[in-house]
């Protein structure tokens, strides 16, 4: 049975009692309106997921017993880390929700030339902190049970002079680029993605030196010029599809 999940980034084990954190809290108590008694599934982010029991509820605080321990994934088999130029309005949101859902296991949001937002000092840390729960609800709904790092924000052109990952493939969107995805060998089972998008505009003609230098090669996504918005994602779903979860054999499509 499913059970509404709870994302609970404190220790878990079985015959254990806790107060849910506050979040987690308001939104059983006051959006889901469960009630002592009812069943829940919780999980810390590393991996794995407890059955859990509501046992008291009050007006701000929700205690539960947890249960029996699952070792329960539904982790991508492609290791890949969505490079994110920062994107305006509630884009980023959307983008780093969806990525989730999509099995990135990391997401690295990066300042490039044609960001139009730009977020520095504390508000570049809330942002950041804001995202990250993002993420940690994205894994709520979708079953995750490992909540995908978000990193620092970077500077684009710093983070590309930084070392790569060893052996990781490094891929950048780019319209009319020679190569596509489905032209590229399939990446060996353990091997890093690196995934590259930018902000609205593109990248800067630069910001594409550089990433070539630093081994990112370019690919298209068909004929058409697609959104940032929509770019990252349709290139995971395609990467999936190609190669991970989504593909033939994979029993789940």
Known sequence: MNYPRFHCPLPLAAGASLVLPEAAARHAGRVL?????????????????????????????VVVEVLAHSARERESPLLVTLVQALQSGDKMDLTVQKA???GVSRIVPVLSRRSVVRLDGERAVRRVEHWRGVAASACEQCGRNRVPEVAELAALERWLAQPPAAGALRLMLAPGAPATLASLPRPAAGERIELLIGAEGGLAPEEMRAAALAGFVAVRLGPRVLRTETASLAALAAMQCLWGDFSEGAGHV
Do not use: N, P
């Open 100 to 102: 989730v859902e999509l």
């Open 33 to 61: 309106r469960l009630r002592v008694g009812d069943m829940i599934t919780l999980f810390d982010g590393a991996g794995g997921e407890h059955d859990a029991r509501i046992s008291a509820l009050g007006r701000s605080e």
